[in-house]
């Protein structure tokens, strides 16, 4: 597992180009996508970049790592923030772009599998260590899944909400077995209170940190900002 410490800015440089990178050597390539407010400088990096170099998306399938269950507002859902924070960008076809849902989260593995792969995944990670909403004592062989959310994690998603009660308690998730199958995984940790959760990320695996998992696979790179430097 590989750590580059840099500014927020330059992760979404490095990282973008890591995408573009892929779509161009792989037209029809395959990305795992995540949320949450570490990957957006990284989006607009990429629909600026794309559109510059005029970088198509049409072959390319998503697989968004996970949503939310039972979410009442439109607005709040990870359909909701990638169509405004990446794919209305791009000119990626809406029939390509893939979330868990309750109707295929059983065979959302299978459906990856059958799409060839997941080439690039993109993760953040929560102050607890969760990857998507893979929250502590997670099985590592889990497939995609619906996940309880933690208390922790329902009050740092808080802020997109109107209050924390407005918190969806439950998600569908990609699990960490799911995950483990990508060729390649990007990982953002920025801020304070993502420092814990890298450090014991990179101590030894263990289910109480489930990023921890990663530690194993053969081709993670970690963009951690000074804040979130472990070493420090
Ligand atoms: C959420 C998402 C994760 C994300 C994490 C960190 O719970 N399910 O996929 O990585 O929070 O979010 P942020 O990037 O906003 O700190």
């Given at each position: 597992?590989?750590?580059?410490?840099e500014?927020?800015e330059?992760?979404?440089?490095?990282?973008?180009?890591?995408f573009?990178k892929?779509v161009t050597e792989k037209p029809?390539?395959?990305?795992?996508?995540?949320t949450g407010?570490s990957?957006v400088m990284t989006?607009?990096?990429i629909?600026e970049?794309?559109?510059?170099?005029k970088?198509s998306?049409k072959?390319?399938?998503?697989?968004n790592l996970?949503e939310?269950?039972?979410?009442?507002?439109e607005?709040?859902?990870y359909?909701y923030?990638?169509?405004?924070?990446l794919f209305?960008?791009?000119?990626i076809?809406?029939?390509?772009?893939n979330f868990p849902?309750?109707e295929?989260?059983?065979?959302y593995d299978?459906?990856?599998?059958q799409a060839?792969?997941?080439?690039?995944?993109i993760?953040?990670?929560?102050?607890?260590g969760h990857i998507?909403?893979?929250e502590?004592?997670t099985?590592f062989?889990?497939k995609?899944?619906?996940?309880?959310?933690?208390?922790q994690?329902i009050?740092?998603?808080?802020r997109f909400?109107?209050?924390?009660?407005?918190?969806p308690?439950?998600?569908?998730?990609?699990?960490?077995?799911t995950i483990?199958?990508s060729?390649?995984?990007v990982?953002?940790?920025?801020?304070k209170?993502k420092?814990e959760a890298?450090?014991?990320?990179?101590?030894?695996?263990?289910?109480?940190?489930?990023?921890?998992?990663?530690?194993?696979?053969?081709?993670?790179?970690?963009y951690a900002d000074?804040e979130?430097n472990p070493?420090?």
């Amino acid at each position: 597992m590989k750590l580059i410490i840099e500014d927020k800015e330059k992760i979404a440089d490095a990282i973008s180009e890591v995408f573009l990178k892929t779509v161009t050597e792989k037209p029809d390539c395959v990305l795992g996508l995540a949320t949450g407010s570490s990957p957006v400088m990284t989006y607009q990096k990429i629909i600026e970049k794309a559109k510059e170099r005029k970088v198509s998306f049409k072959k390319v399938h998503t697989f968004n790592l996970d949503e939310y269950l039972n979410n009442h507002d439109e607005t709040q859902s990870y359909r909701y923030f990638m169509d405004h924070n990446l794919f209305y960008g791009i000119d990626i076809e809406k029939d390509n772009t893939n979330f868990p849902t309750e109707e295929n989260y059983e065979h959302y593995d299978e459906m990856i599998g059958q799409a060839g792969g997941i080439d690039l995944q993109i993760l953040g990670i929560g102050a607890d260590g969760h990857i998507a909403f893979n929250e502590p004592n997670t099985p590592f062989d889990s497939k995609t899944h619906i996940a309880k959310l933690e208390e922790q994690t329902i009050k740092d998603n808080s802020r997109f909400f109107a209050s924390e009660k407005d918190v969806p308690t439950h998600a569908l998730t990609m699990g960490l077995s799911t995950i483990m199958k990508s060729k390649k995984i990007v990982l953002i940790a920025t801020g304070k209170n993502k420092k814990e959760a890298v450090r014991k990320m990179f101590l030894k695996e263990d289910i109480s940190c489930p990023a921890s998992i990663l530690l194993s696979h053969p081709d993670v790179t970690i963009y951690a900002d000074e804040e979130a430097n472990p070493n420090k």
